[in-house]
């Protein structure tokens, strides 16, 4: 990453978590800088802009001139959601509450054996996703390649797992209907955890609002809402 860019985002690096996580493992296509501002363009399953910056003149001005090289806006806070709309119509917004664990904070250890999970079972995760919109069957075998995962096997049938986004941020937590509230959520969760702390990596998540459940799990093994932030789509011309 050129070490300018490098500079600004590690100036803020709790702000700016999301994109120093995404960088790790995509190249930067483009990038534009305008004052304290930058528009960073990376791809992973879509090419996405990173907004770096305050929601000022000179966000506004980057956005004005570079909107058309992409559609997706990854991470988004509110403040720049309505710069971003301004540059064309939005197809859809998805908005995530980012939660995060402390450094110091520590987690007990799974009680049940957690493994990684396959390939094979791809379709299964994509056919059991509450997120088929916005994901897909290569996107999940791109993040069971490139990072970590977890899975519970119960009485021979997968029932709960998890891995990561495409910055590193935890997600994908799943349970099936049936294997609910025997905890099997929380030992999936506390194995990411701890390989995440394990490799010396930020640990956070971002949860849907109304997702009350992963909220409350969060909670529990102390994981704390920092900001909102919202993944955005315009209407493509």
């Not at 110091?104 to 390939?119: C, D, E, G, N, S």
């Amino acid at each position: 990453m050129d070490q300018a860019l490098l500079t600004l985002l590690r100036g803020d690096p709790i702000r700016n978590r999301a994109a120093l996580g995404f960088f790790e493992n995509q190249q930067i296509l483009r990038a534009y800088r305008r004052g304290n501002c930058a528009l960073i363009l990376g791809e992973s399953d879509h090419v996405w802009a990173h907004c770096i910056g305050e929601a000022g003149p000179d966000m506004k001005a980057l956005l004005n001139a570079h909107y058309h090289e992409t559609p997706y806006y990854y991470s988004l806070e509110d403040p720049l959601i309505p710069l971003v709309s301004a540059a064309a119509d939005t197809e859809w917004i998805f908005p995530t509450i980012r939660y995060f664990l402390e450094e110091a904070h520590k987690i007990a250890a799974p009680t049940v054996r957690v493994q990684p999970l396959a390939p094979e079972w791809i379709p299964e995760l994509y056919a059991q996703s509450d997120y088929k919109d916005y994901t897909s069957e290569a996107y999940i075998l791109d993040r069971l390649n490139r990072d970590i995962s977890a899975c519970v096997v119960y009485e021979g049938q997968l029932v709960a797992w998890g891995f990561t986004h495409d910055d590193g941020s935890l997600g994908f937590l799943h349970v099936r209907p049936q294997q609910r509230r025997k905890g099997f959520g929380s030992q999936v969760l506390r194995a990411l955890i701890q390989m995440r702390a394990a490799a010396g990596k930020a640990v956070f998540c971002n949860i849907v609002p109304e997702n009350t459940a992963s909220i409350r799990m969060a909670e529990k093994l102390g994981f704390r809402a920092e900001r909102r932030v919202s993944w955005l789509k315009l209407k493509e011309s």
